[in-house]
C-alpha cells in the first residue's frame, strides 16, 4: 500500500539555520510527491512539486528513489517558514481519481 | 480563477446529533472532490472522493457519509455524531494533470462533539 511517513512532529531551528524536514514514501512505482505547507491561520497551499524541479522560498526537495526518500531542505531558515508542513504522494490508481496521501505533518518552529 | 468554499468554519454538536458539512467549488466543472480529515498525529486522512455527481468512495469504515448531488456540491454527513468524530475536517478540489496536479483546500470546519 502507498504510504507517506514524516517522523518528526516539530522540527524547531533558529533563524538562519538549515532545516531538513524528512518524508519517506512507499510505492514501488514512479512516485509523483509534493510538500504542501499551512501558515498560521491560512488554508494548505501547494509548496513545491517534485516535477518541476523548482525553488519556492528557498526550499528545494530532491526525490532519492533508492532510499525512498523526499526531504525538504532550506539553507537559511526564517522566521517565516515556521508553519506546519505535509509530504503527500499522489495515488498511482487514476480510475480512482488521483488520490493524494498525505503524511502526519510536521510543525516547523524557527526561533529568533 | 477557481475558488472552494467551506462551511461552516467551526461547529459544536452533541453526540448523537446530525452533522452536514457543505463545500463548493467555483471555476471549474467536474471537479475532483475530497473530504480530508486532519487529527494532531495522523496528518491528513482520506476520507471520501468524488469524480462526479452521484459518485462516492470511501477510504475509510466510519460513522460518516458523503454525498454529491451537484456538479461542484460536496456534503459530509452524519446522521449520529461520536465523540471519536470530533476534528478538523477539510474540503479538497485536486486538479490532475501531468506536470500541473494540485490541490485546494477550503478554509476547514473544526468540529468538536460534546
Known amino acids: 500500500a502507498q504510504r507517506v511517513t514524516q517522523p518528526e512532529k516539530l522540527l524547531s531551528v533558529f533563524k538562519g539555520a538549515p532545516v531538513e524536514l524528512k518524508c519517506n514514501y512507499s510505492?514501488?512505482?514512479?512516485?509523483?510527491l509534493f510538500w504542501y505547507v499551512q501558515y498560521s491561520r491560512q488554508r494548505l497551499q501547494l509548496l513545491l512539486r517534485?516535477?518541476s524541479r523548482e525553488s519556492i522560498k528557498g526550499f528545494t526537495a530532491d526525490l532519492n528513489k533508492g532510499e525512498t526518500s523526499f526531504h525538504l531542505k532550506k539553507p537559511f531558515a526564517q522566521e517565516e517558514d515556521s508553519a506546519m508542513y505535509y509530504c503527500?504522494?499522489?495515488?498511482?490508481?487514476?480510475?480512482?481519481?488521483?488520490?493524494?496521501?498525505f503524511g502526519q505533518g510536521t510543525e516547523l518552529s524557527v526561533k529568533p | 480563477s477557481q475558488t472552494i468554499h467551506q462551511w461552516p468554519a467551526t461547529l459544536v454538536q452533541p453526540v448523537g446529533s446530525p452533522l452536514s458539512l457543505e463545500c463548493t467549488v467555483e471555476?471549474?466543472?467536474?471537479?475532483?472532490l475530497y473530504w480530508y480529515r486532519q487529527a494532531a498525529g495522523r496528518g491528513l486522512q482520506l476520507l471520501f472522493y468524488?469524480?462526479?455527481?452521484?459518485?462516492i468512495s470511501s477510504e475509510v469504515p466510519q460513522n460518516l457519509s458523503a454525498s454529491r448531488p451537484q456538479d461542484r456540491q460536496f456534503i459530509l454527513s452524519s446522521k449520529k455524531l461520536l465523540l471519536s468524530d470530533s476534528g478538523f475536517y477539510l474540503c479538497?478540489?485536486?486538479?490532475?494533470?501531468?506536470?500541473?496536479?494540485?490541490?485546494?483546500f477550503g478554509q476547514g470546519t473544526r468540529l468538536t462533539v460534546v
Open positions: 517534485h516535477i
Open positions: 479538497a478540489w485536486i486538479l490532475l494533470g501531468r506536470v500541473n496536479t494540485e490541490a485546494f
Open positions: 503527500a504522494l499522489r495515488s498511482p490508481h487514476y480510475n480512482q481519481g488521483g488520490k493524494l496521501i
Open positions: 468524488s469524480v462526479g455527481i452521484g459518485q
Open positions: 510505492y514501488s512505482g514512479s512516485p509523483e
Open positions: 471555476g471549474t466543472s467536474n471537479p475532483n
